[in-house]
């Protein structure tokens, strides 16, 4: 029985430590095994959160259809368009032909919307009570849309000036890229349909101009040029302008393509001086109504007094 004893003893403690060893490893296990319940709360937590990102982002989209709605509607109450009488649907204009007494002026502005310039250029218009016209650069329409919308709310007329500011020679297919791109973004910006065009520099042989006569936009040139794009003292700048200043007169002043710092600081004197002169602002579609009006007089008095002569 002593030998019993002695045989068992160790194998008892064995049995005993395999148990302890046992539990211990099933407690263990039971500690750092993920709880099904508490990952499923985690995954739940991820979905609410993915779910309630969409919903925030749904709720910007339509804060921004909103906004594009009330700037548009905003546009179209004020009666803001660019529309131009039939007879200039074609036709390049430099001036308006108006009776001498009539002393206004266009003021336009090509190149923009520019961050830099076009804001402090809005703020001097809106101080001073002026309504002028922007001819605008697609891709910088793109870029700074409220600029652009700015421009519109502040009741100023707005004008295609294709979307690359290209001068190379433009096969029709181009010259409609350029050119109707532009248009449309404009009017899904602003709620406005431009039939405005000025081509980059100037220039009418390139392809561009022959598109946009061929689709009836009015060709606004200038009788004026600045010649601000060459960065001149403000004094020259100024001369610049009033060496060709003329009522029914149009003004060429960059507010984007680069630095128009000289611009800026010269609006504010360009103003007063020609106010001073008896002048008063208009915009491209206000000039050429203007002259369509002093046009169908002109032809209306002639035809009374060819049927008064028979």
């Known amino acids: 029985m002593e030998k019993n004893k002695s045989f068992f003893r160790p194998q008892g403690i064995l049995v005993i430590l395999v148990c302890l060893s046992g539990s211990l490893s099933l407690g263990l296990m039971m500690l750092f095994k993920p709880n099904a319940s508490d990952a499923q709360s985690s995954r739940s937590v991820k979905v609410k959160d993915a779910t309630a990102n969409v919903g ?7 804060l921004k259809d909103q906004m594009l709605t009330s700037w548009q509607q905003e546009a179209q109450a004020k009666g803001i368009a660019s529309d131009v009488p039939p007879r200039f649907q074609g036709a390049t204009i430099q001036a ?7 002393k206004v002026v266009a003021l336009t502005f090509d190149d923009g919307p520019w961050p830099q310039t076009t804001a402090k250029i809005l703020d001097i218009l809106k101080k001073n009570d002026i309504k002028s016209t922007f001819f605008v650069v697609g891709q910088n329409v793109k870029n700074y849309p409220d600029l652009v919308k700015r421009v519109v709310t502040d009741g100023h007329a707005i004008g295609n000036h294709t979307w690359h ?31 405005l065009f000025r081509p980059p520099g100037g220039m009418m042989h390139n392809g ?77 579609p206000e000039l050429l109504a203007m002259q369509d009006k002093e046009q169908k007089l002109i032809a209306s008095g002639a035809s009374r007094t060819n049927a008064n002569k028979k």
């Open 56 to 62: 925030t982002q749904q709720r910007v989209e339509k």
């Open 165 to 195: 500011h290209w001068y190379h020679y433009m096969n029709p297919r181009v010259a409609a890229y350029e050119i109707d791109n532009t248009t449309n973004l404009i009017y899904q910006t602003t709620g406005v349909k431009t039939s």
């Open 208 to 284: 561009v101009a022959a598109y946009a006569r061929s689709n009836k936009y009015a060709i606004i040139m200038w009788s004026s040029d600045s010649v601000d794009y060459s960065r001149p003292a403000v004094p020259r700048l100024i001369n610049n302008i009033f060496r060709e200043a003329k009522a029914g007169g149009i003004v060429l002043m960059h507010d984007g393509g680069g630095d128009r710092t000289h611009t800026v600081q010269a609006l504010p004197e360009i103003i007063s001086k020609f106010r001073k002169q008896g002048y008063q602002f208009v915009t491209i």
């Open 96 to 102: 308006a032909k108006l009776p001498s007494g009539q």
